[in-house]
């Protein structure tokens, strides 16, 4: 077999040179792509704790110390752009099931998660957790897309609290019979020493005393009182716990309850407390529990509805929440567009014969115990002559 010319060889490498060339800029194109999808892409959507497995309240707390939590992604309502600009009907965020779920006691999602798992354990049978015994803990999530791992979604707010109860109530001492081993009374209902004025009857036990907080059950303050009332009692011992277990943290006169009793919380936390009265070397029941929330956490709007960057409406429709707020009617918010003064809003907010020209609106919330939004949303449009 002859050998191909020279002129021949130079024939077909030129031939192949725009098939080559078609192959490195469709390479170029492609990384330009997974260049502008990286830089683009947004952090996973927020989480939503919907609940504990086994359940538990505050007047039905549960026995186990290792509840799985449950929750679902936000599904935050996205508008798509398609092919040419065109726009399409808003889809909600579709979630990724194996996006790492990491929860937290920290209302910021700071520190060491207590424990991880996936998005589709959190949607399914839950992530579980370790409490401890005659506790009430809230617990906060976020989530992170393995692709993006320095860009977790924000923490859940607001937080699921479960409640564990392992210390039975306390138990009612048997009152002495005053017979002394068994032996019948003398005669008369006396002691027995000719002197003596007992009758026999054996002392009651106090009453459960009565307790609530000060401020209300929910306020931004880190030393609320116990205040209450402990009839018959002699001392009235108080714990951080709903069924008296552990350790009291303060023992006090019924005088001193009536005044109030001021006890620390943390930043964002939910303690129950209860009480019981001594008298004559018996303990009564122990109290029905109150509960206090402490909260330091500012509401946070989201605008969830409004007009496009650009519009031909003279007229806009805004709608937006407090995202922090597990009662969307508790906050507050007020609204400026443009250089107006603040005025007091709710969604829908509606305005109307806005100019040919940018506008931005900006929304501040205060939430129902006083803190506010430091730094308020906004959302900028402009109107456009119809062509």
């Known amino acids: 077999m002859s050998k191909p010319s020279a002129s021949a060889i130079e024939g077909r490498a030129i031939a192949a040179r725009p098939s080559l060339r078609l192959l490195a800029v469709l390479a170029a194109v492609c990384a330009q792509l997974a260049f502008a999808a990286s830089a683009q892409a947004d952090p996973p959507d927020d989480l939503t704790l919907t609940g504990t497995t086994p359940s538990s309240s505050l007047s039905d707390p549960a026995s186990s110390t290792t509840p799985f939590i449950n929750g679902r992604e936000d599904g935050i309502i996205k508008n798509v752009v398609g092919f040419r600009g065109a726009r399409l009907a808003p889809i909600a965020a579709a979630g990724k099931p194996t996006n790492t ?45 393995a692709l993006f791992p320095l860009e977790p979604s924000d923490c859940s707010s607001p937080g699921i609290t479960y409640y564990q109860s392992s210390t039975a109530p306390p138990d009612e001492e048997e009152p002495p019979t005053g017979g002394g081993g068994g032996e019948d009374p003398p005669p008369g209902g006396g002691t027995g020493d000719g002197g003596g004025t007992d009758s026999g009857v054996a002392p009651a036990a106090p009453v459960a005393p009565r307790i609530h907080m000060s401020p209300s059950a929910r306020a931004n303050y880190n030393t609320p009182s116990v205040v209450g009332s402990a009839a018959g009692a002699e001392r009235v011992r108080i714990f951080a716990s709903g069924r008296c277990g ?34 004559s070397g018996l303990k009564s029941d122990c109290s029905q529990a109150t509960s206090y929330i402490e909260d330091s956490t500012s509401p946070r709007t989201r605008i969830t509805m409004g007009p496009g960057a650009k519009t031909r409406r003279r007229k806009a429709v805004f709608r937006f929440a407090d995202i922090n707020s597990s009662d969307p009617l508790s906050t507050n918010f007020k609204c ?52």
């Open 246 to 279: 552990g350790a009291p943290i303060a023992e006090v006169s019924g005088a001193e309850l009536a005044d109030g009793v001021s006890v620390q919380v943390p930043d964002d936390s939910e303690t129950l407390f209860s009480a019981l009265s001594l008298a």
């Open 101 to 145: 779920v990491s929860i937290y006691t920290d209302p910021k999602c700071e520190g060491t998660p207590v424990a991880t798992g996936t998005l589709g354990q959190l949607e399914g049978a839950g992530i579980q957790v370790e409490v401890g015994e005659d506790t009430a803990t809230t617990f906060y999530a976020n989530q992170t897309d």
């Open 336 to 387: 400026r567009l443009d250089r107006q003064k603040w005025r007091t809003c709710q969604s829908p907010f509606k305005v109307k014969r806005l100019g040919y020209r940018r506008h931005v609106l900006r929304i501040r919330g205060t939430d129902a115990v006083g803190n506010f939004e430091t730094k308020p949303v906004k959302r900028s449009f402009k109107v456009v002559r119809a062509p």
